[in-house]
């Protein structure tokens, strides 16, 4: 069963507070009193109250004061007032209802109409609290749906680059399409097998972590876009998905920078780099685990690069030199037979020039 309703009764006169209390304690309601107003708004503080019977004339803080400085607290203002008075006319009564007051009781009392008007209260204060309470959950649940999309959010975008999160969100898929002069940049570990099967796993991993991370901060700085990690290799595009007017140029610098970083690296290892130009295709696949992924020869040329030789370094295929030439300082390695028996011009980037 519910608990009865609980009703402060304010009044400076001892004989009214006792009339009160036994009107209301008839009617199964609690009751709690106070005998001035300063006591009633400091009582109102710690104590739960669902309906205030307030009487207008008192000494120090008269009625109007006290109904006031309940409406004016945003914790107290849904609490409902009845004024109680022998005052009877109509200026008393408009006052008290302009300044919040639910209703208006004169004195002496009647039960029949003291009973009424209570409970007509109470039922506006049992309907706001239902109300309130309706209102909180909604807040609620509109809070763990934002949470959620922000969750959706955040892991759409550690599987897609922005630009194809907007538009799967927008129209509720990726389409597949055709880039063309895009830098592609394929980064590998030398070694890694070799050095993965001599470490711990924890160690594997928390080495792995760090350099994704510092190898995705770099890729951003320089324009790029990640497209996903591969085990130990790492793939990146320039002028995929976003404009970028010098990705070629992006790319090597970008390469050079993964390099220094995975030589800093608690496992001090060598990455190698390959960067290619051309188009590609570019599209979502899977269903319960899709990935944004690219297609075509330049992306095989960029990873067939990053395989070349077991130091770190940054090759270039000759469409790629061609664009940056003059601006970068490279060694030409002349044709070179790459995996799948093909032969491309091939340059190691040295420097920036100058």
């Known amino acids: 069963m519910s608990e009865p309703a609980r009703i402060l009764i304010v009044d400076d006169e001892p004989l009214n507070l006792d009339l009160l209390e036994q009107e209301l304690e008839l009617l199964d309601y609690a009751t709690v009193s106070a005998p001035d107003g300063r006591q009633a708004l400091e009582l109102l503080q710690r104590t739960p109250i669902d309906l205030v019977l307030l009487d207008v004339m008192m000494p120090g803080l008269d009625g109007y004061e006290v109904l006031r400085r309940i409406k004016d607290d945003h914790r107290l203002r849904h609490v409902p007032v009845v004024m109680v008075s022998?005052?009877?006319?109509?200026?008393s009564v408009v006052r008290c209802i302009a300044l919040g007051a639910e209703d208006y009781l004169p004195k002496p009392f009647d039960p029949i109409l003291l009973k009424a008007r209570v409970e007509a209260c109470l039922e506006k204060k049992r309907l706001h609290d239902r109300e309130a309470a309706y209102l909180r959950r909604i807040e609620d649940q509109l809070r763990i749906i934002e949470q959620e999309r922000e969750r959706s959010d955040?892991?759409?975008?550690?599987i897609l680059p922005a630009p194809a999160v907007a538009e799967l969100k927008s129209s509720g898929g990726v389409l597949a399409r055709r880039?063309?002069?895009?830098?592609v940049l394929f980064a590998d570990l030398v070694a890694f097998t070799a050095w993965c099967e001599s470490h711990p796993p924890e160690e594997v991993v928390a080495n792995l972590d760090r350099l994704a991370h510092d190898c995705e901060a770099l890729v951003s700085a320089h324009g790029l876009e990640k497209i996903k990690t591969l085990g130990d290799g790492?793939?990146?595009t320039g002028n995929l998905l976003e404009p970028l007017a010098d990705p070629v140029m992006?790319?090597?610098?970008?390469?050079?920078?993964?390099q220094a970083a995975a030589a800093a690296n608690p496992a001090g290892w060598r990455l190698r780099v390959g960067v290619h130009v051309g188009p590609v295709v570019a599209g979502v696949v899977g269903r319960s685990k899709f990935s944004f992924d690219l297609w075509g020869d330049t992306v095989n040329v960029a990873a067939r690069l990053s395989g070349l030789g077991a130091e770190a370094a940054v090759y270039l295929s000759g469409q790629a030199w061609e664009r940056v030439a003059g601006r970068c300082l490279c060694t030409p390695l002349g044709p070179i037979e790459l995996k799948g028996g093909r032969r491309i011009v091939v340059y190691r980037y040295e420097d920036a020039a100058g």
């Open 86 to 91: 022998a005052l009877t006319e109509l200026s």
């Open 154 to 158: 955040r892991l759409l975008h550690a």
């Open 179 to 183: 880039h063309d002069e895009v830098a």
């Open 234 to 236: 790492f793939l990146a």
């Open 250 to 258: 992006a790319s090597v610098r970008c390469g050079a920078a993964m």
